[in-house]
């Protein structure tokens, strides 16, 4: 009985949680983050890039945000209406070295960068990316020798940003679609090349 109550309570925390992601926009010019304050500035109250953009109110969503998962071209920012954004670089061509995981295997590499544009601190440790690649889910590759791993552990103050490099044994490096979301609050961005689309 309580295995039963305890998977219902669970199940129900999880619909609720889904339906309280934050949604945002996409733009074409990505935002930086201020990773280095001028040293009369408290870095806890460093002021943002002059280029990062004002966080969409949330009249200004697109229908397809709304929904969640946008689909976007690589290298467009994709900024949450609590000002965090997220950005996927184009793919580059990598082979893992011989102890990665999996190892000796040809793929396709990404830059993600997360910039922190609202006014409390972010923690980007729960960022999310997969990917597919001609109709099959992409395994990730794990390579500390070529800097390949998982999202960032330091929370990010207001104004700064991350950048981490992912990859993924792709099928064919002209066919893929990444899924990228800078926490599990936070709606997916879907970024597609010319091949998946």
């Known amino acids: 009985m309580k295995t039963t109550t305890l998977a219902l309570a669970l199940s129900a925390v999880l619909a609720l949680s889904a339906c309280a992601q934050t949604s945002g926009t996409t733009q074409d010019s990505p935002s930086s983050g201020t990773n280095r304050p001028s040293a009369s500035t408290d870095a806890a109250d460093a002021p ?7 966080p969409a109110d949330a009249t ?14 690589f290298g467009e920012a994709f900024t949450y209406v609590d000002g965090i954004q997220i950005t996927v670089s184009a793919p580059a061509p990598m082979t893992s070295s011989q102890w990665a995981s999996p190892g000796n295997t040809k793929g ?28 099959s889910e992409a395994e990730q590759i794990f390579d500390s020798e070529n800097g390949y791993g998982g999202s960032p552990d330091t929370t990010l103050l207001p104004g700064r940003e ?9 099928t064919d490096p002209k066919d893929v679609v990444v899924e990228a979301s800078p926490s599990w609050d936070h709606v997916a961005a879907l970024y597609a090349s010319d091949g998946a689309s």
Do not use: H, R
């Open 48 to 54: 943002m890039d002059d280029t990062t953009a004002e």
């Open 60 to 73: 200004d969503l697109p229908e397809d945000a709304e929904e969640g998962m946008p689909v976007q071209s």
């Open 108 to 135: 396709s590499s990404f830059t993600v960068t997360i910039v922190n544009g609202s006014d409390v601190p972010f923690d980007p440790s729960m960022a999310n990316v997969t990917a597919q690649s001609a109709n």
């Open 162 to 170: 991350a950048k981490y490099t992912v990859a993924f044994a792709t």
